[in-house]
Every structure is written in structure tokens, then in C-alpha cells.
């Protein structure tokens, strides 16, 4: 059973839904330039490779070992360290003077299985990101940039998510693309304290949304952090596809999918920087090689709770 002092597992199947292609899931792009895309992405990477700088500092390859990870694991570590490092310094030498710098952290793992599922779930939130984020991005150059780090980000998670954890190692036929303040409330809970010099980035970070009791098609407890949830709606995102479900009795019911992000929202139809109230939650459950949910493959279900 994998679980992290902010991960634990749950589920969605839906009811009264509406399915859209996710544009812009901000508010506004009208401050949006590729500078501010590439160090939104640098501020991504600089977090990512501080995340696996300490834990490979903190853990010998006998704590994977002993821990219950494959012998092999800390060696591919240590190459998704170096990968985020050449990130930092491909980005950071991209905007020159304006790159923003490396911020203060603190990770919750206390293990290397526990490092390991949050390596999961950010390697997730990275690809999320960068396919967010590409609509923004102008200059051809950029663009090619983003596009190779995405594609290596999703190798890492694929190897995180499956070799290691023995999850899924994809989502679905499509990942999931998250707006800029979604990715940024699930980034900011790493951290502590920033350089006053930053660039300012147009983003925000919402109040913790929580489920509990969740598992696919079932019926899922939800409160969020000084907002009410009654009466709201619950925006799922799963690939291209965005479901709404009314939370009705203090809960919600969880559509079927392997990995889904999750929103309150005021709106039944839209769920962007100006009408999300709480979240962003990862939900993530345990699909076995032949695609059939088996909860006995772990706990039921990933709840982050930010």
C-alpha cells in the first residue's frame, strides 16, 4: 500500500455531466506572453529538481532496496535529476536576466516509497502543465522547447507510475491539460518562501478541496476549506474531457477513470480562474494490465489535498 502524508486514494464515476475541450481553464490570457510561459514552466522545474536533489541526498540505494523498490529505481532517479537540472538551465538560459530563480521548499516524504508516489504525482502535474500551458506560447522556438520537455516528462512519469508503483502508466488515450493557477495551487503547497526579485506570475492558489470514501461510480464525501461545497459543482478533468457534477448532500458521484484532476466550481459549464471556489484534488486509482479497476491493488483511490 502506497500512501504519502498528502496522498491517499479514491474514485469517480458521473452524474448529470457535461462534456467540453478544455481551452483556457485561467480566466484571462491577456497578460499571458512567452516569457511569462517559460517561467511558469522554469518555476515548475526549478521545483522539480530541488524535489529530487534532496531525496536522492536523503536516501542510499540499500533505503530504495529496503524500502521494497526495485534495486534498479535510484539509478533512474538519478538520471530524472540530472533531466530536471538540464530543464533549469535550458529555460533559465532562454530568459537570461528575466528567469526567475529557485524558491525555498519542503517535500512531505519521510521514505523513498513515499518520495516516489509524490515523484508520481508530480511527474503528472508536470505534463499537465506544459500541455496547458502550449496555447500560449507564440515563437516557434518555444514551443519546440516545451514540446521536447513535455515529452520526456511523460516518460518519467510513465516509468514512476509503472515499473515502480505498479500503477497505471498513463491515464488514458489523452493527458489531461491544466490551466496555469490550477497547476500553480498544486505547486505552491511545496512552497515555503521565494526571492523578492521573482518575476510576478498571473496566477493564484485556491482553497483545499477535499474527497473522501471515493472509488469509481460511488458516491464520494467532499468539504472544502472555508467554502461551502453544498449546492456547488464539481469540475472533473479527465484527457479532453471536463464532467460537472452537482455536489448534492454533502457529496458527489466520481466518474469512472484511471486519473482525473478535480474543482469546485460555481458554474455547471465552466470551471477557469473565475469561477473556481476550491482544488485542485488528484484523484488516481488502481487499474489493473486489463484496464479493471481492482482496489486491491492498493488503497482506492490518490487525494491530494492542497
Known sequence: MKSTSLIAFTTFACAASAFVIPQARDASSSSIDDTVVLNYALTLEHLESAFYTGAL???TEDDFTNDGLPQWARGRFEQISAHEQAHV?????????????ACNYSFPYTSPSSFAALSQLLEGVGVSAYAGAAQYVTSKAYLTTAAVILSTEARHAAWVA????????????????????????????????????????????????????ASPGEAADVTA???????????????LS???VQVQNGQVIVP????????????????DDSTITAGVAVLQFPFNSNG?????????????KV
Open 57 to 59: 541526498s536523503n536516501f
Open 89 to 101: 538551465q535550458l529555460l533559465s538560459s532562454a530568459l537570461g536576466a528575466n528567469a526567475t530563480q
Open 162 to 213: 509503472g515499473p515502480v508503483n505498479t500503477e497505471n502508466p498513463w491515464s488514458g488515450p489523452f493527458d489531461t491539460p491544466l490551466g496555469l493557477s490550477t497547476v500553480y495551487t498544486l505547486a505552491s503547497q511545496f512552497i515555503t518562501s521565494c526571492p523578492s526579485s521573482n518575476p510576478s506570475l498571473p496566477v493564484k492558489a485556491f482553497p483545499a478541496l477535499t474527497f473522501a470514501n
Open 225 to 239: 476549506d472555508g467554502v461551502t461545497a453544498e449546492g456547488q459543482y464539481v469540475a472533473f478533468f479527465s484527457g
Open 242 to 244: 471536463t464532467s460537472f
Open 256 to 271: 469512472n477513470a484511471t486519473s482525473l484532476y478535480a474543482v469546485l466550481t460555481s458554474s455547471n459549464a465552466t470551471a
Open 292 to 304: 479493471t479497476f481492482s482496489s486491491s491493488t492498493g488503497d482506492s483511490s490518490m487525494n491530494v
